[in-house]
């Protein structure tokens, strides 16, 4: 596996190393040694996939709250997602930045998300499927969003949301849920 840093602290887009000849190819698309290796979080605990009919189909902001913070490694396995990525790690040189990755089948890229990060994606095609890694079991009291398109981060996305879910369209603006946690 070939690992490349993006724009964003910790966050690697990583790409596989096919073995080819008549049939096809093969390649490795996980192992714990080579994440050890880089340093990333190698511990998995879930793996879960997600089925997306229609293009447009927005998912995300999401990511879970300490003691449940999650590392991802996400994968788009069939069609095609412009995968976006937020800081959200205060102490980091890349806080309240987003990157976003094209992940396709086609090209077998990946891309590894650190805890403390946000993750959601947008479809590019129809009958897109997403498969996911995770570092720890999901724990609905930690689950948070952040909403797609509040004014703080101003995340390009490249095409118009057409199916979204009530969660990810109502999330409260991070400004204004960042200032009330500071007065609690």
Same mark, same amino acid.
């Given at each position: ?8 602290? !910790? ?12 049939? !096809?190819?093969?390649?490795? $698309? #996980? ?7 880089? !340093?990333? $979080? ?6 879960? *996939? ?31 997602? +412009?995968?976006? *990525?937020?800081?959200?790690? %205060?102490?980091? /040189? ?17 891309? +590894? *998300? ?17 498969? +996911? ?10 689950? /948070? !969003?952040? /909403? #797609?398109?509040? %004014?703080?981060?101003?995340?390009? #996305? %490249?095409?118009?949301?057409? *199916? ?7 999330? %409260? ?9 500071? /007065?609690?």
């Amino acid at each position: 596996m070939m690992f490349h840093e993006t724009s964003l602290a !910790g966050v690697f887009e990583i790409h596989v190393e096919p073995k080819q000849d008549e049939r !096809g190819f093969f390649a490795r $698309t #996980w192992c714990q040694q080579e994440f050890d290796a880089q !340093g990333f $979080t190698s511990k998995l605990v879930q793996c879960s *996939i997600s089925i997306n009919t229609r293009l447009g189909t927005l998912r995300g902001l999401h990511y879970q709250a300490a003691p449940h913070g999650e590392t991802k490694v996400v994968r788009c396995t069939k069609g095609a997602i +412009y995968d976006v *990525i937020l800081d959200l790690r %205060p102490g980091s /040189r890349t806080y309240r930045r987003w990157t976003s990755l094209l992940l396709t089948s086609e090209k077998c890229n990946s891309v +590894y *998300i650190p805890e403390g990060c946000a993750h959601g994606f947008l479809t590019l095609e129809d009958e897109t499927e997403v498969f +996911y890694q995770m570092s720890e079991f999901f724990n609905a009291e930690s689950a /948070r !969003g952040i /909403r #797609w398109n509040d %004014p703080a981060f101003r995340i390009a #996305w %490249p095409g118009r949301v057409e *199916i979204i879910s009530d969660r990810d369209r109502t999330c %409260p603006d991070f400004e204004a849920k960042h200032q009330h946690s500071e /007065r609690v």
